[in-house]
């Protein structure tokens, strides 16, 4: 199978994929505790009030004819307004998203950044002192918690040495990504200790293969041989999981950005989630589990390309 049909192929996978998504956000948003309602007017509403509000969102209509007008405004990109903020979801995700989308990048290329060439020495000092000094040093960034490891260096890097600032976003991009430093960090640090861990023993299984010993029989120089020998086929096993890892860093986001007072996707989903706020709550969720799948596709096609196989 050549490579446009096997992508062709992947884009057909995600039609049903993308379909459970729309019934699954529906259904987890309608089973969040307390009423929209009562939320937007307060507690002391009026049962009048409650109403109106109800049938000037939906939410008095049967659940069918709720799912059937979230589905007609997600084709049409109309996500509905915010009950709490009173702007449209597709404004507030186009604002808040980029952050989070730009925090995660910079979590995933300091963690690969990270780990790649540690897993070498580690493999390749296996069982030694620089192999146990890696390994030990990874496992305790991976024992601790998000929240606790990213109030570490906050109080740290952020109040006592004055390196990083303490939270916001900043003005402009440059200044962005200075305020993203500590905070892509704090992600990385648990994503970097697992791709290390999993490419070190892959890379340790390559080294002994056939056909890596025939290519050092043949002549070829040590670094060719690790290159595109060793590190091709060591990274086919670890690009799977470092995309299935990337929900987890958009879910480690969530607690990242409140730590940090990050304006971003995470931060506003909690924030929604607490106001009851569905028509954000939907959309987020909806956005997150696209971009999600979106990143699944990009992995299985990499994976395609380094292993051919796999497409056929």
């Not at 004819?65 to 449209?88: A, C, E, H, N, Y």
Request: charge should be neutral; charged fraction near 15%.
């Amino acid at each position: 199978m050549s490579t446009p049909e096997y992508l062709a192929r992947r884009l057909l996978q995600l039609v049903p994929t993308l379909i459970a998504i729309l019934v699954v956000v529906f259904a987890l948003v309608r089973l969040l505790p307390g009423d929209p309602a009562s939320a937007i007017l307060g507690d002391r509403a009026l049962d009048a009030d409650v109403e109106r509000i109800n049938r000037e969102y939906g939410f008095d209509r049967p659940i069918p004819v709720q799912f059937g007008i979230f589905v007609r405004q997600v084709l049409t990109g109309d996500l509905g307004d915010s009950t709490s903020l009173k702007v449209p979801v597709a404004q507030l995700i186009a604002e808040r998203l980029p952050i989070t989308m730009l925090l995660t990048l910079m979590a995933a290329l300091i963690s690969v950044a990270l780990a790649v060439p540690l897993a070498f020495v580690a493999a390749l000092c296996r069982d030694r002192l620089a192999d146990g000094m890696i390994r030990g040093a990874f496992q305790v960034g991976l024992s601790m918690p998000v929240f606790y490891l990213g109030l570490i260096l906050l109080t740290v890097f952020g109040a006592r040495l004055g390196w990083f600032p303490v939270g916001g976003d900043g003005d402009g991009l440059l200044d962005l990504l200075y305020h993203l430093v500590l905070p892509a960090i704090t992600l990385a640090l648990s994503l970097a200790a697992v791709l290390m861990r999993n490419l070190r023993a892959a890379i340790i299984d390559v080294v002994d293969a056939d056909y890596v010993t025939f290519a050092r029989s043949k002549g070829l120089r040590g670094s060719l041989v690790l290159l595109r020998h060793v590190l091709r086929n060591a990274l086919i096993s670890t690009v799977a999981l470092f995309g299935l890892s990337i929900g987890t860093l958009l879910g480690g986001a969530v607690v990242t950005e409140t730590v940090f007072a990050i304006p971003g996707a995470g931060r506003l989903m909690v924030d929604s989630i607490t106001g009851r706020d569905y028509p954000v709550v939907q959309g987020l969720t909806l956005a997150l589990a696209v971009l999600v799948s979106l990143t699944f596709l990009l992995t299985d096609l990499l994976q395609a390309w380094l292993d051919p196989r796999i497409a056929r």
